[in-house]
């Protein structure tokens, strides 16, 4: 079974029949290149049993690229209008396949359930809340073992920075909470309309178990966050309002084996865990 997958010509139908125009305020920009949406499929390295969570998936491009590799798609979109358009789609353009789509009109940040437990999320993320979507989907759903994003490409590179590096930050720290993410490929401006202003990055990413530690994700997610707020300040400086002084930062540090002089941008998770449990 196959799908016949969307062009530039028919985006733009799909687009004028419904009175629309991409919207900045939910990061919209529609990838009308169906070799690009071949190349994150297959990136995905998707299975025939896999239950793929894809958001936003707009007018359906890479939805109808990822239907016949998979036993379903669970598509979140916050759109009302092109949520419901997309099983027409889908219909239209992979009759034989109608019957894997599920979707959900709903905002990926609030969602906690799904029709279906979700094994990958494959998806073209709106620029806007990549970072905070990613957060929360493998927050809420376990059952989440892997996928691919489509970011900003500055954004690919903090998720995926190691420590040290000068766009290491909080995103990168919270990601390696919860999983192992790489680079994963380049996708150039020119396959969207409208055509965005930066290019976007691929990322990765395989589940990990977290860190050892007494310390709750909650608190370990509480130093990340100010030790970042400041990151060009020594710990001991940063954390002082974390800690209630900068003494008592440093012997919170001391305690959990860091230099109170070393910055944030040089820990990498389990760093930031110890941080926490030292109180």
């Given at each position: 079974?196959?799908?016949?997958?969307?062009?530039?010509?028919?985006?733009?139908?799909?687009?004028?029949?419904?009175?629309?125009?991409?919207?900045?305020?939910l990061?919209?920009?529609?990838?009308?290149?169906?070799?690009?949406?071949?190349?994150?499929?297959?990136?995905?390295?998707?299975?025939?049993?896999?239950?793929?969570?894809?958001?936003?998936?707009?007018?359906?491009?890479?939805?109808?690229?990822?239907l016949?590799?998979?036993?379903?798609?669970?598509?979140?979109?916050?759109?009302?209008?092109?949520?419901?358009?997309?099983?027409?789609?889908?219909?239209?353009?992979?009759?034989?396949?109608?019957?894997?789509?599920?979707?959900?009109?709903?905002?990926?940040?609030?969602?906690?359930?799904?029709?279906?437990?979700?094994?990958?999320?494959?998806?073209?993320?709106?620029?806007?809340?990549?970072?905070p979507?990613?957060?929360?989907?493998?927050?809420v759903?376990?059952s989440?073992?892997?996928?691919?994003?489509?970011?900003?490409?500055?954004?690919?590179?903090?998720?995926?920075?190691?420590?040290?590096?000068?766009?290491?930050?909080?995103?990168?720290?919270?990601?390696?909470?919860?999983?192992?993410?790489?680079?994963?490929?380049?996708?150039?401006?020119?396959?969207?309309?409208?055509?965005?202003?930066?290019?976007?990055?691929?990322?990765?990413?395989?589940?990990?178990?977290?860190?050892?530690?007494?310390?709750?994700?909650?608190?370990?997610?509480?130093?990340?966050?100010?030790?970042?707020?400041?990151?060009?300040?020594?710990?001991?400086?940063?954390?002082?309002?974390?800690?209630?002084?900068?003494?008592?930062?440093?012997?919170?540090?001391?305690?959990?084996?860091?230099?109170?002089?070393?910055?944030?941008?040089?820990?990498?998770?389990?760093?930031?865990?110890?941080?926490?449990?030292?109180?």
């Amino acid at each position: 079974m196959s799908s016949r997958l969307l062009g530039p010509a028919e985006i733009r139908s799909l687009a004028a029949e419904l009175e629309i125009k991409p919207r900045k305020s939910l990061g919209q920009n529609f990838v009308v290149d169906a070799n690009t949406v071949r190349r994150i499929a297959t990136a995905a390295e998707l299975v025939a049993d896999d239950v793929v969570l894809e958001v936003g998936p707009g007018l359906g491009s890479l939805t109808l690229a990822m239907l016949p590799e998979v036993a379903t798609v669970i598509a979140v979109e916050i759109d009302p209008v092109l949520a419901e358009r997309l099983p027409r789609t889908v219909a239209v353009q992979a009759p034989s396949l109608a019957d894997r789509l599920l979707v959900v009109a709903d905002d990926a940040l609030r969602i906690r359930t799904l029709p279906a437990e979700p094994t990958a999320l494959v998806a073209n993320l709106p620029y806007n809340v990549a970072v905070p979507v990613v957060l929360h989907l493998l927050a809420v759903m376990p059952s989440l073992q892997r996928g691919l994003v489509m970011v900003q490409s500055e954004v690919a590179d903090r998720l995926t920075a190691t420590p040290g590096s000068r766009v290491y930050g909080a995103p990168t720290v919270k990601l390696a909470w919860w999983a192992a993410a790489r680079r994963a490929g380049a996708v150039p401006r020119t396959v969207f309309w409208p055509v965005p202003n930066i290019d976007s990055g691929l990322v990765a990413f395989e589940r990990r178990t977290p860190p050892r530690t007494s310390a709750s994700r909650k608190a370990v997610f509480a130093v990340v966050d100010a030790a970042f707020a400041q990151r060009r300040k020594t710990l001991r400086a940063a954390l002082s309002g974390w800690a209630g002084s900068a003494a008592a930062a440093e012997a919170a540090l001391v305690a959990a084996g860091i230099d109170p002089a070393t910055r944030g941008e040089q820990l990498d998770v389990a760093a930031f865990a110890r941080i926490a449990e030292s109180v």
